[in-house]
């Protein structure tokens, strides 16, 4: 038998309570607590190599580390999709086009579009809406 502060276990209690538990509970508590930081270990490493590599490749390396591999008709729809959606957004007016490429790809708020254009922020808000709704009747014509 071992002696074990609850609150080691659950770190947002209050009040710290010691409880006698059997060897076999005790030995199942510090191998899961072993897998626990072996888990945090891979995560901080992986997250390094992650944020050191290029940012156009992020989302399909997210997928393959993250996820599970994608069937092959899921790649397919993938494509499809990218491709219609470039399309789409091709057939947008130039302004149009990259304030919403900003907006959405780059992660640009609307400031910091306006600033960069020399605009004023409902410019780029009012022509993003619009884009959006132009993007929307190009992609439904497209279907």
Do not use: W
């Amino acid at each position: 038998m071992a002696l074990i502060s609850i609150r080691s276990l659950y770190p947002f209690y209050k009040c710290d309570c010691v409880v006698d538990i059997p060897d076999e509970i005790l030995k199942v508590i510090r191998e899961c607590n072993r897998e626990e930081e072996s888990y945090q270990r891979k995560l901080r490493y992986n997250k390094v190599r992650f944020e050191s590599l290029n940012a156009d490749n992020a989302d399909e390396i997210a997928t393959r580390i993250m996820d599970k591999p994608l069937t092959p008709y899921e790649v397919y729809a993938q494509k499809q999709m990218n491709s219609l959606l470039h399309a789409a957004i091709s057939k947008l007016p130039s302004k149009q086009a990259k304030r919403i490429f900003a907006h959405f790809f780059l992660g640009m708020s609307y400031v910091e579009i306006a600033r960069s254009e020399g605009v004023y922020e409902n410019a780029v808000r009012e022509s993003v809406k619009r884009g959006l709704r132009n993007l929307q009747k190009n992609l439904i014509s497209f279907l």
